[in-house]
């Protein structure tokens, strides 16, 4: 068995473990050691790529989808009572925590840049949720509505001006809603730009299975 001496061990290669070693690494002289149990990332190199505060908070992802389920559910048994008739919203210091820590990325982005050496393409792109049908109009309006004092945020588009800001999206999109202070990265740079500012501050990395400590 290999021996070592360290004086914090983090236990994963993801963006979370990754992110812990930098910054730790930054602000302290401990000796660091990132474990993982075979190659770095699962979650963190299949995706994570969205910033998405708003988008986040007010049930996109799994919320379409089950908005969709019940807006079906509605048309085929219009007497059915249902149990709930809106998109599912997150609560109010999720969306706050996101929006802050959202605004700390350009700032992040240069710092990685200069320290790490690694671009993680930190894109202002706004995020849009398109509109096929009269249901994903309802389910925009409910969103709309949820987030009052973020309305400056949003930006609608009809189908003319979708398709001359987005020309190849589905010509069936009848418009969408943007949500402006949602961007993206690319997710797999982070980790790198991660890795590499932490390596660079002197954080080792290791590939191993088991670990003994005393
Ligand atoms: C399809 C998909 C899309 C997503 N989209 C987004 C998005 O757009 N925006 C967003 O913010 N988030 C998104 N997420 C969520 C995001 O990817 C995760 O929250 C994030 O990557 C988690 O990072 P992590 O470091 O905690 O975990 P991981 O990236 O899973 O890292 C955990 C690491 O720990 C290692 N490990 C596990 N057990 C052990 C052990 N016992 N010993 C040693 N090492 C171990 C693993 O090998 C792995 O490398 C998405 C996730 C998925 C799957």
Known sequence: MEKHTTDIVIAGGG???????YFLSRESDL??????QKKPGNASWSSAGGLWPIGESVGLGCGVIFFKSLSRHRRDNPNAPLAFDRPHQMPDCFLN??????????DLWEELKENAGVDFRLEKTGLKFLMYDEDDIAYAKQIQQGIPHLVNQLSWQNQEQLHKEEPYISEKA???LTFLPDHQV????????YRDGAQKNGV???????????
Not at 15 to 21: L, N, R, S, T
Not at 186 to 193: D, I, M
């Open 31 to 36: 000796s660091i050691t990132v474990i993982d």
């Open 174 to 176: 009848i418009g969408s």
């Open 204 to 214: 080792k990395m290791r590939s191993c299975r088991y670990l003994v400590t005393n």
């Open 97 to 106: 925590y996101s929006l802050i820590s959202n605004a700390m990325f350009p």
């Open 186 to 193: 690319n997710p797999y740079l982070l980790v790198q730009a």
């Open 15 to 21: 963006v979370i473990g990754m992110a812990v070693a």
